[in-house]
């Protein structure tokens, strides 16, 4: 069975870090991708990064490039998402979500995305 645990959230100021990560289990194809999604308060789910266990290839969404970076350690089966320059509109439930399609092909659509895990809340203040 295919389990995500989304873990790393809290409270910031803006400018500061924060850093999530998604812990997986349960995966058996070496192509799988991991992303990570985000959801505000009456905003719909956005899909920020991704990246592919295979080679590492990623996504970033134009909303959070070149603050934040997302890594896997394949060894943990756990990817992380560095959030540095955080700011205010980065309030959200974060979700980390599986597809086994490549990440530089599904990218940030939900569609493709068929094993989540529960979100964890980021708050930032101003």
């Known amino acids: 069975e295919v389990q995500l645990q989304a873990s790393g959230g809290g409270l910031a100021e803006a400018g500061g870090s924060l850093r999530l990560s998604c812990a997986a289990s349960?995966?058996?194809?070496?192509?799988?991708?991991i992303g990570w999604f985000r959801q505000a308060p009456g905003k719909e789910r956005e899909g920020i990064s991704c990246?592919?266990?295979?080679?590492?290839?990623?996504y970033y969404a134009d909303s959070i490039k070149g603050r934040f970076t997302i890594s896997n350690d394949n060894a943990k089966n756990t990817v992380y998402l560095q959030m540095n320059s955080l700011k205010p509109e980065d309030t959200a439930v974060y979700y980390c979500?599986?597809?086994?399609?490549?990440?530089?092909?599904?990218?940030?659509?939900?569609?493709?995305?068929?094993?989540w895990g529960q979100g964890t809340q980021v708050t930032v203040s101003s």
């Open positions: 349960g995966f058996t194809n070496d192509d799988d991708a």
């Open positions: 979500a599986r597809t086994p399609r490549p990440c530089t092909v599904v990218r940030g659509f939900q569609y493709f995305y068929d094993y």
């Open positions: 990246i592919s266990a295979s080679d590492g290839s990623t």
